[in-house]
């Protein structure tokens, strides 16, 4: 047996022990292999350049600025990859995550991203960087009629992108739920009660838009901006504290504001268009229909050339 002691009693021929008094000196670790350092030829498959290559959701409590100047320590994800010339057989991926631990106690913005890009680009030797941080991030919400309050959480996200031309961009991600009455069942049960003095209960759902925007150069928005201007648009965000008089409250802004998911797409994009904050942005609505057994789904773009397209499809993680 090569890792096992055998049945007749023989010793395992490889020994399997782990030394935990051992410390490298500078010397072993100079000695110690580098895969990177391997020959062109031991390449597999294509010579050719990959587009991106990192690591993806490792985690850390990061502290992240608000928008009146506080801070807020949100369990945050963070994907990084970078570019991979066609010679290389791999990048050090462990050089990521270290180059953004030198950051750990930052207070990050947006603008944070920028500066860890460009130091884990030089950390790595690559030409093009890219860095994703997600996070739940709490907003108070006061109730509609009550005076209660309760935290809504958004999943929320900064992203940079930086080129080897120097060229940096910055997004913001950002979910907002949201309840959709429909216009069309609304009317059909008002008919039903005039013309038959049926009643009947208009049919409506949660709902998810789901929104990436590019900031102007120069120019910044805050999440909370965001949230703002999602409310702004669609008026019938989901509720976090309610009592009865709430509830009412509820169901009476749902019904001065009706819309189909191509009203709520066009709704964002109005007020988004309109911010000079943002450049560009997709935005991507699911409607969980509560008459169909499938939802209704729209995709906007600002429209601006070489910039976002309307080419979503990943209307399943909208399910909220």
């Not at 910055?170 to 429909?182: D, K, L």
């Not at 057994?293 to 729209?298: G, L, R």
Request: aromatic share 10%; glycine share 6%.
């Amino acid at each position: 047996m090569y890792l096992h002691r055998s049945a007749a009693g023989s010793k395992a021929r490889i020994s399997r022990t782990y030394d935990a008094r051992f410390r490298p000196s500078a010397k072993y670790r100079r000695s110690m292999p580098d895969i990177m350092d391997v020959a062109h030829d031991a390449i597999q498959g294509a010579h050719v350049p990959i587009q991106q290559v990192g690591v993806s959701n490792f985690k850390l409590p990061l502290r992240i600025r608000t928008k009146k100047g506080g801070t807020l320590t949100l369990e945050t994800s963070v994907t990084g990859t970078v570019s991979l010339e066609a010679e290389l057989k791999g990048i050090n991926m462990s050089r990521i995550v270290r180059s953004f631990y030198d950051h750990k106690s930052d207070v990050f913005t947006g603008e944070s991203v920028g500066r860890i890009l460009k130091s884990y680009l030089r950390s790595v030797e690559s030409k093009d960087a890219r860095l994703r941080l997600s996070f739940s991030y709490p907003i108070l919400q006061k109730s509609l009629r009550s005076g209660l309050s309760g935290y809504q959480f958004y999943r929320a996200g900064f992203e940079g992108v930086l080129t080897h031309t120097g060229e940096y961009r910055r997004f913001v991600h950002f979910e907002f739920v949201y309840s959709s009455a429909c216009p069309c069942s609304a009317e059909l049960a008002e008919h039903a009660r005039d013309t038959r003095k049926v009643f009947g209960v208009p049919h409506s759902q949660r709902s998810k838009a789901r929104l990436i925007l590019e900031e102007s150069k120069g120019k910044k928005i805050w999440i909370e901006d965001v949230q703002a201007l999602c409310l702004k648009a669609l008026r019938t965000e989901t509720q976090v504290m309610v009592k009865r008089e709430d509830e009412q409250a509820f169901a009476e802004l749902n019904g001065a504001n009706l819309k189909f998911v191509e009203d709520a797409a066009r709704l964002l994009y109005r007020v988004f268009d309109a911010d000079p904050r943002v450049r560009d942005f997709q935005i991507a609505c699911s409607h969980l229909e509560s008459l169909h057994s499938h939802d209704a789904v729209s995709v906007i773009c600002k429209g601006v050339q070489g910039g976002f397209k309307a080419d979503f499809m990943d209307f399943q993680s909208l399910v909220c």
